[in-house]
C-alpha cells in the first residue's frame, strides 16, 4: 500500500487489508513514496477512523517506498496517479511494473480514480477514504482467497 507520505492513505489500506487477511499468509506493509514523515505514526485522523472500526495502527511508522519492495511484494497498491508514477519509475523490469496498480481499480476496473489525500481536510474526508479502501480492500481479499 503507498501514498504520498505514508501517514494518512497507505496506513489506512494496511490496517484494512491486515483486518481481513490470515498475516501469517499475507505480507500487507505500506510506504511513502516522499520521505517528509519516516519514522513518524501515522496522522491521528488515520488513526481514530481505523479505531473507529476496530483497527488499531497506531503502532505503524512511516518509511519510504524501496526498490526491493518489488522483490519482497506481488502486488502494490498505489492511492493515486503521482504514487503510480513514482513507483513505476524504480522499476527495473516489466514484472515489476505490471505488479503497481491504483487500488481503486479493485472496485472500478480501468477507471483510474484516486483515493483523494485527506490530510489538508476535516475529519469527513477520512471517513470517505476509510469507505472507499475497505471496499477496494474486500476485493484484494476475495482475490487473495485467505
Do not use: W
Not at 513514496?33 to 496522522?43: C, E, L, R, S
Not at 513514482?86 to 476496473?109: C, F, H, M, Y
Amino acid at each position: 500500500m503507498v501514498c504520498l507520505g505514508n501517514i494518512c492513505r497507505s496506513p489506512l489500506a494496511e490496517g484494512i487489508l491486515k483486518a481481513k487477511v490470515t498475516t501469517d499468509q499475507v505480507l500487507v506493509d505500506s510506504a511513502g513514496t516522499a520521505a517528509y514523515h519516516i519514522g513518524k505514526g501515522p496522522d491521528i485522523r488515520s488513526v481514530q477512523v481505523a479505531k473507529s472500526h476496530g483497527i488499531d495502527i497506531s503502532l505503524q511508522r512511516a518509511r519510504q517506498f524501496k526498490k526491493t519492495d518489488f522483490d519482497d511484494f506481488d502486488f502494490i497498491f498505489v492511492m493515486d496517479q503521482a504514487n503510480f508514477d513514482n513507483v513505476v519509475s524504480l522499476a527495473s523490469t516489466k514484472k515489476d511494473k505490471k505488479k503497481v496498480q491504483l487500488i481503486l481499480n479493485e472496485i472500478s476496473p480501468e477507471m483510474n480514480s484516486e483515493v483523494p489525500d485527506p490530510y489538508y481536510g476535516g475529519e469527513d474526508g477520512f471517513k470517505n477514504v476509510y469507505d472507499m479502501l475497505d471496499i477496494a480492500c474486500d476485493s484484494i481479499h476475495k482475490k487473495l482467497s485467505i
